[in-house]
């Protein structure tokens, strides 16, 4: 800990919070500490006066680019048009894993889940990454985009935490470079917000070389997050897949500068949608089933969810391309939310998009206290993709028929019910059967103990896509 005031005695600079420093990242950081993070100014140095690719882009940027791109902080969510349809996967049709398990066995990369804007969460942890003696690089790099490619044509979110890196597992500036030129369009497109947990100099080194290359609008979709907590107000929290390094580093930030302002003034400060209130007897998100029943005279099925299917149970809305993956804006779906939790009436027609009904319901099923699916039955999902084609079909139905508690089975028939409809649809929307199990799958079911995994997911979609494909086998109550 002494060490730690020492580093930052010595660099004695602060950020004032009327600073106009245009740099990405401020010269400024109160918690710069980091053992052995050394990196090799060389390549750095090299990189800068090297003629490259993003030497000539330069040149046709204009000083308007340069200015935002100096202050890459987003509050709020993008607004695109995402032009291209949506890919198609079946079951049988991901990669095998196991070529991968090389670069996996690490945990560098895993799957958290949603967002509070229901969108999937991919978390990237410096401190995993081993050895660059031991890790082949350019397998890493396909493994990265494997596991983007189940998710990119969906929105999405990347928490990146940086604490970790140092002179022995640092990539070269080369394969930066090179990884950001293979993370086309394609991946960029629905990325909504790159999270930078605790940034250092050496992603203030990193951008000014890549600046010139980094589009305007990539650039807005970048927000630094100095401590942990931050994350709490756009992610949920209890669901990362923190590694306990990184929490031990941030709580040696909090303790070094308890009493003093972030080193960066403008980090994340958009309300989550988990905003604490009273609970109300007409209260629809973040309590249990039972609780909506027995304040809503018996009847298993939420007001939210039956108001967001009637929504959408339109040919405009069944002919939504997307329905489902896209996110909505931030403002209207926390202002819609209060309406259903305050029993107040919510009119769609005001807002404009199909999107907000349809995060609404994703939402709902994601703030449940448990899982519709229940906790009890996580192992058994998990395990089903490993049966026997044979053996599905019967252990599915004992899973729901018998298993499942009446009113988690009455809700999930009324869910998967419209789905269907969505999925009949799909030649028009894109929503295939594969399509809504990965955006649905993490929201029906997930561990009461243990935090998502790339593999627990895929697992769990596969159950998924499963149970929308045999519904009329599965619901015969």
Request: charged share 25%.
């Amino acid at each position: 800990m002494e060490e730690i005031g020492k580093e930052n005695q010595t660099n004695g600079r602060r950020f004032s919070g009327g600073s106009t420093n245009s740099d990405s990242v401020p010269d400024n950081h109160d918690c710069d500490y980091e053992p052995a993070l050394e990196f090799d100014d060389t390549e750095l140095v090299q990189a800068a006066n090297s003629e490259t690719e993003m030497d000539k882009q330069a040149e046709s940027n204009t000083d308007d680019d340069y200015q935002y791109l100096e202050s890459p902080l987003s509050d709020g969510l993008m607004d695109e048009n995402f032009e291209e349809a949506l890919a198609n996967r079946g079951i049988d049709d991901d990669d095998d894993m196991n070529d991968f398990s090389d670069i996996a066995k690490y945990g560098i990369v895993e799957v958290a889940g949603d967002d509070s804007y229901g969108r999937k969460v991919i978390v990237i942890s410096a401190c995993k990454l081993p050895s660059n003696k031991e890790l082949n690089h350019a397998k890493f790099l396909r493994y990265l985009m494997y596991t983007l490619d189940q998710f990119v044509e969906s929105d999405y979110t990347l928490v990146y935490f940086h604490y970790g890196l140092n002179s022995r597992n640092k990539p070269s500036l080369s394969w930066l470079w090179a990884a950001y030129k293979a993370f086309d369009r394609k991946y960029k497109k629905n990325l909504k917000t790159l999270y930078l947990v605790h940034p250092t100099n050496f992603i203030r080194f990193v951008w000014q070389i890549f600046r010139p290359a980094i589009s305007v609008k990539f650039g807005k979709k970048v927000m630094y997050v100095n401590y942990l907590h931050e994350l709490k107000k756009h992610l949920h929290f209890e669901q990362l897949a923190i590694p306990k390094a990184v929490l031990d580093y941030d709580n040696q930030l909090k303790a070094v500068n308890k009493g003093t302002s972030t080193w960066f003034p403008n980090s994340p400060s958009s309300s989550s949608l988990h905003l604490p209130g009273p609970v109300y007897d007409t209260q629809q998100f973040r309590v249990p089933l039972s609780f909506i029943k027995e304040h809503n005279s018996g009847d298993p099925i939420p007001r939210v969810v039956k108001e967001c299917i009637a929504y959408l149970d339109s040919d405009t809305a069944l002919e939504t391309e997307g329905i489902f993956r896209r996110s909505a804006n931030t403002q209207i779906l926390k202002t819609v939310q209060s309406l259903f939790d305050e029993g107040k009436p919510v009119n769609f027609e005001e807002h404009g998009d199909i999107h907000v009904a349809a995060v609404m319901i994703k939402s709902f099923l994601r703030e449940l206290p448990e899982p519709l699916l229940t906790f009890d039955l996580y192992d058994d999902i998990l395990s089903f993709q490993e049966l026997e084609q044979t053996e599905k079909l019967p252990v599915a139905k004992s899973l729901i028929l018998q298993r499942l508690p009446e009113d988690n089975y009455q809700l999930l028939k009324y869910v998967v019910e419209f789905l269907v409809k969505v999925i009949d649809c799909s030649d028009l929307n894109k929503m295939t059967a594969s399509n809504l199990a990965i955006v649905f799958g993490p929201n029906l079911v997930w561990s009461q103990s243990c935090q998502a995994s790339l593999s627990s997911i895929t697992h769990i979609n596969h159950f998924t896509e499963f149970l929308l494909k045999n519904h009329d086998l599965m619901f015969t109550k």
